[in-house]
C-alpha cells in the first residue's frame, strides 16, 4: 500500500482469514525511519531555515505528533513554544473547536504575540493552524490555500466542504464526493486517470497529495494519506511568499463561511429517518432547515440531505458514520449567521424530539 486504507482493501481485510501465532506481549523497539523519511519529506521540498523569525505556538496537548511536528519546525528555522502538553488524552475535534480551545487561542496569540499556533488531532493526521490573532481556521479553508500553494488544477473533496473551493476560481475541476478520506480517495484515483495536479483534503483539514509537485524548484512527491503537516505548512509558506500575515490569506477569499456541530446520543436510525422525512416534505423542510424566509433551489444527496436555499445559504444534514450522532453543516455569507444557522437547526430537531 502506498496510503490510506480504500473501500477495496477495507473489502478484502473483511475477506481475509489470518491465523495469529503465539506472541510474548512485548513491543518491539520504536523504529524511526518512517518517521524521518516523513520529516525529510518537508525539509526537502521547504527551502531551508524557511520559517526563520517566525514565532510559532504548538497546542501539544496529548498528539502523538507533537514531538516530531516541533522537530520539523525548528529545524525549518521557526522559534517555538510549547503550549497545553498532557499525557491525558485530550479529543480535539478539528471541525468543531470547542469554545475553550476558541478562548485559548486567543489567550495565547494575545500573551506570546505569536504569527500562528499549530497543532493536529490526537492521531496525527488532522491539522489545527490559528493566524497571528489565535483565530483557528476551518480545515477545508487551510485546505484549499495548500492546494492553490501547491498549484493543483483537480480538487477532489467531499460535499460537506466551503463553496470557495469553486468560486475562488483557483482550479479547473473540482469534484465532490461522500465524507470519508476513503471516497475522496477513490475520487482522486479517478481523476488522475484523465488529470495531474490532482489533490484531495477534507473539512477537517486532512490533505493527501495524488500528484507530484514542483514548486519553486522542490518537487514533492504524491502521498495519498490524510497529512496535517503539509498543509499547516503551506499555510505558512503562503503567507511568507506574499509578505503578509496568515489572516491575510483570507482576504481576497470568497466571503463564504461554514460552521458545523452534532447532536450526540442521537440514534442512527433517527438520523436517516428524518433526513427521508424532510427530502419527501417540503412543509418538514421549510419548518426545520430553512432560513427564515429562504426557498430552496438545489437538493443534494451525495451524503444525507444539503439544501441550498435563494439566499445562498446551505443547510447539511448527516448521520455521523462513526457514532450516534446527527451531524449539521451550515454555510452563509458571515460566520456568524453560518454559527447561528447551525445553532438554530440543531435547536429546531431537538425540541421537536423532546416533544414527541
Known sequence: PDGEITKSDELAICDAVVEIGQTSGELPAVNPVALEQYLQRYLNFFPAQYFKDLRLGLYEHSSVARDGLRTLLEALGAKVTSLGRTE???????????????????????????????????????????????AWLRGDIVGLICARYLGAKTVVVPVSCNTAIELCGAFANVARTRIGSPYVIAGMQQALGVDDGVVGFEANGGFLVGSRFTHQGKPLAP??????????????????EANGKVSDLMKDLPKRYTASDRLQEFPVAASRQLIQELGNNAEALHHYLAPDQGLPTDCDTTDGLRITFDNGEIVHLRPSGNAPELRCYCEAATEQRAMQLVQTVLARIENQGNTD
Not at 489567550?107 to 489565535?134: K, M, N, V
Open 88 to 134: 491525558e488524552f485530550v479529543p480535539i475535534d478539528t471541525e468543531a473547536v470547542t469554545a475553550l480551545d476558541i478562548q485559548k487561542g486567543k489567550d495565547w496569540a494575545t500573551q506570546h504575540a505569536f504569527d500562528a499556533i499549530l497543532s493536529t488531532d490526537g492521531d496525527g493526521d488532522r491539522p489545527l493552524i490559528s493566524d497571528e490573532t489565535g
Open 223 to 240: 502521498l495519498p494519506t490524510r497529512d496535517a503537516v503539509l498543509p499547516a505548512l503551506a499555510v505558512l509558506a503562503a503567507a511568507r
